[in-house]
Nanobody
């Protein structure tokens, strides 16, 4: 059984940083694309960043230059380093792994950016 578990969320002041982690078990991690999504209150869930099995990355425009996604296949972990956080980054952040056959989601971790 595949498990996807996010951690690292919390309360941070504007301009601060957080690092989210996504740990995967029960799957051959290196075969999956890993993505971070976020969902703010009253808004749809949207993609934030992704990293392929070869290390290629994608960022949505609003986080480009502030967020960095990375993966460690040895520990089945993907990180999202978030710098220069702003109130509009407040959301529940979800990790999703996918390949051509399946996808799995984590339960999410809450990030709140506020004074």
């Amino acid at each position: 059984q595949v498990h996807v578990v996010e951690s690292g969320g919390g309360l941070v002041q504007p301009g601060g940083s957080l690092r989210l982690s996504c740990v995967v078990s029960g799957a051959i991690f290196s075969f999956y694309v890993v993505e971070w999504y976020r969902q703010a209150p009253g808004k749809e869930r949207g993609s934030v960043a992704s990293i392929g099995s070869g290390g290629n990355t994608y960022y949505t425009a609003s986080v480009e230059g502030r967020f960095t996604i990375s993966r460690d296949d040895a520990t089945n972990t993907v990180y999202l380093q978030m710098n220069s956080l702003q109130p509009e980054d407040t959301a529940v952040y979800y990790c999703r792994i996918s390949n051509f056959r399946s996808q799995y989601w984590g339960q999410g971790t809450l990030v709140t950016v506020s004074e």
